[in-house]
């Protein structure tokens, strides 16, 4: 699997990482009933930072970068260094 680079990747790897872990903790009867990859959804995401989830998915198309300050609520949300979320330019 290739390392992501850009900053929608990587802001999307940061959001199924924290699916997963989010998935790891639920009870095995009920976590065999949802997958780890979408438990914390686009939505989710976007709940957590006062976004919509077309937002969302526009930063990990690389369609669009979101701005400092959403990267710093995007980082806190995810629970990863803000600099886990800057990526390369395409």
């Known amino acids: ?21 989010l998935h790891a903790q639920l009870d095995p009867k009920l976590a065999r009933r949802i997958k780890p990859d979408v438990f914390y959804r686009q939505s989710d995401l ?6 919509d989830a077309s937002q969302v998915s526009m930063w990990e198309r690389d369609e669009t970068r979101p701005e ?13 260094p803000l600099l886990d979320l800057v990526g390369e330019e395409k």
Do not use: Q
Not at 3 to 16: D, F, Q, V
Not at 46 to 51: K, L, P, T
Not at 68 to 79: G, R, S
């Open 68 to 80: 400092l300050f959403t990267l710093k609520k995007l980082a806190k949300a995810l629970e990863v």
């Open 1 to 21: 699997m290739k390392k992501p680079k850009t900053t929608g990747e990587l802001i999307r790897a940061a959001r199924l990482a924290k699916s997963r872990r």
């Open 46 to 51: 976007a709940d957590d930072i006062d976004s």
